[in-house]
Nanobody
Framework: HVQLVESGGGSVQTGGSLRLSCAAS????????MDWFRQAPGKEREVVAG???????SYTDSVKGRFTISKDVAKNTQYLQMNSLKPEDTAMYYC????????????????WGQGTQVTVSS
């Protein structure tokens, strides 16, 4: 039974920082690619950042230079360090996992977490 459990969301002011965690259990191992997605009310879900099985990272343009994705293989956990947060970063953030990075980047994932809310106030 695979589970992805996000944590670390919360409310911060503009310019603040948060670190999201996604703890994986079950069949997920270091070969999986893992991404972070977000969805704001009334908007479509969008990919934020991803890390593949080799540790190569990718970011959507709006978060480059502000967000950093990483993973701890021993803990089977991935992280999203978010700095210089803006009100437009407000959304529910989800982690997702799949064996194929390209498929995951466009939103097709084998596994999804339940999400953690991030709210950035101005």
């Amino acid at each position: 039974h695979v589970q992805l459990v996000e944590s670390g969301g919360g409310s911060v002011q503009t310019g603040g920082s948060l670190r999201l965690s996604c703890a994986a259990s079950g069949r997920i191992n270091a070969h999986y690619s893992m991404d972070w997605f977000r969805q704001a009310p009334g908007k479509e879900r969008e990919v934020v950042a991803g890390i593949d099985g080799d540790g190569i990272t990718s970011y959507t343009d709006s978060v480059k230079g502000r967000f950093t994705i990483s993973k701890d293989v021993a803990k089977n956990t991935q992280y999203l360090q978010m700095n210089s947060l803006k009100p437009e970063d407000t959304a529910m953030y989800y982690c997702a996992a799949d064996l194929k990075f390209d498929r995951l980047w466009v939103g097709y994932a084998l596994y999804w977490g339940q999400g953690t809310q991030v709210t950035v106030s101005s």
